[in-house]
């Protein structure tokens, strides 16, 4: 994607199945990013309550405007220089706090046994706990997810397709890998030194599931002193601002350029785009901001997007990088809808509605005497994945069937008003071409 100089992850499905339909993908990656946003924003109101006192929604109102202040003037630039300076502050803040919270009374040290009853009944041994019963298929299906659907995602994208070259943008790739899994170890140790203090000891209530948003923010009050909370607050805060900026900068430089500029304005200026853009920065933040104040459930909102993107753009956006000849806009179409269909149908309980396809374990919902929900029902079966699997198949079939179809019977052609011959024989030209120019470049060096 590097070489070919593309700027955003919606250019290759936009040039291969034209602009109209290509930003079509932009739904599931901008639902996926604005809640992002927000659920992070609405973290950070939540830590600021705890450790200041503050309320949620000042809070989450400053730290946005913050963000979107500097990514308004200094774009992409100002967002990767204050990263690694945010970068910093959140290795440093929260490594330089946990020994302040090992070293508390309340805390068992060595970590060999739980305080903290994380659900009715089952107390946590140590740090380790356990599947429930049939719920492989559950965790099964998240770790998938997070590990496919975490790679269509434009604050990733817009990194390594702004990089110097393709070497540099593999290199950061690696890097990065190994960053996030060093990133994510001084939360894991947080969490362990939170299921093993005496909380009823040090706030006077149990620290139940329902409450782990709290974690980190009651650890720094409780656990450490004042200046340690203080420094360890910055850190969160860094986090929240690097997150949102890039969020947001990602999520409205596709809006700009794979919608506005490629199908609603073809004939946008530099100039006209430039401001579009500003513009769409103010009311993304906006939106991610609005939300962060008055949805309660943001996070499982943002689930529900992540697994959008997962099963509808990741396969196709493999397809077209990696499989360009295998794919036309009939079996994208197919594909897409099916993938959709099947998702809708198998329910959501943060949606609050049970499912109509109901998939092998489901776990029926739960009723009061009186008639009303108490539980919705969920899937227990990997349906995520599998809703992924069956939109890469339908969309290798269809485009497959429909390439067939048209080229083994030409008198039909005229009905072929998708292009689905005209496409393959257009990639089939570029290999061709491609290859004469290797041969060339050969001959020349020999």
């Known amino acids: 994607m590097r070489e070919r100089r593309f700027v955003t992850m919606l250019d290759p499905l936009q040039k291969k199945y034209g602009n109209p339909l290509g930003a079509l993908f932009y739904i599931p990656a901008f639902s996926g990013e604005i809640l992002w946003s927000a659920s992070i924003l609405a973290a950070l109101g939540t830590s600021l309550r705890v450790i200041c006192g503050l309320e949620d929604t000042p809070s989450i109102i400053i730290s946005a405007c913050i963000a979107m202040t500097y990514t308004l003037f ?8 204050t990263d690694v300076f945010q970068l910093i502050c959140i290795f440093v803040g929260l490594i330089f706090a946990i020994p302040f919270m090992t ?4 805390v068992t040290t060595p970590l060999r046994g739980s305080n903290v009853t994380m659900y009715p009944g089952m107390n946590y041994s140590s740090f380790l706990g356990r599947i429930k019963d049939g719920d492989g298929g559950i965790w099964a299906d998240y770790a998938i997810m997070m590990i496919f659907g975490g790679i269509p995602w434009q604050a990733y994208f817009q990194r390594v397709l702004s990089s110097r070259n393709y070497k540099v943008a593999r290199v950061l ?7 996030c899994f060093a990133a994510a170890v001084p939360s894991v140790v947080i969490g362990l030194i939170t299921i093993n203090t005496d909380w009823p000891a040090v706030v006077g209530y149990e620290l139940t599931a329902d409450k782990a948003k709290l974690a980190v923010p009651l650890t720094l009050l409780n656990l450490t002193p004042p200046a340690v909370a203080f420094i360890g607050l910055g850190a969160v805060s860094a986090a929240v601002m690097s997150s949102t900026d890039s969020s947001i900068l990602g999520v409205s430089t596709m809006f700009t350029r794979n919608v506005f500029c490629n199908v609603i304005y073809r004939n946008a200026s530099d100039r006209v785009s430039l401001w579009f853009l500003r513009g769409t920065v103010i009311v993304n933040t906006v939106i991610a901001m609005l939300i962060a104040i008055f949805v309660k459930s943001v996070y499982g909102l943002y689930l529900i997007c992540s697994d959008l993107v ?55 919902p739960e009723y009061n005497v009186d008639g009303s929900v108490e539980s919705y029902g969920y899937q227990r079966f990997p349906f995520r994945v599998l809703c992924m ?37 257009a990639e089939e030209y ?9 041969k060339n470049a050969e001959s020349s060096r020999l």
């Open 310 to 364: 997962f099963i509808l753009l990741f396969p196709h956006l493999t397809l077209v990088v990696w499989f360009p000849k295998m794919t036309n806009k009939y079996g994208m179409i197919a594909g897409f809808g099916t993938a959709f269909f099947l998702r809708v149908l198998a329910g959501e309980p943060v949606l609050k509605y049970n499912a109509v396809l109901k998939y092998p374990y489901y776990m029926e």
């Open 430 to 438: 570029k290999d061709e071409f491609k290859a004469g120019e290797k």
């Open 74 to 81: 200094g774009g992409l630039y100002s967002v990767a220089f």
């Open 389 to 425: 699997v069956l939109n890469l198949l339908i969309t290798l079939i269809v485009s497959y069937a429909a390439r067939m179809f048209f080229t083994k019977m030409p008198q039909f052609k005229h009905l072929d008003v998708l292009g689905a011959v005209k496409d393959f024989e």
């Open 173 to 179: 790739s690696f890097c990065a890998s190994f960053g």
């Open 103 to 106: 070293g508390n009374e309340f």
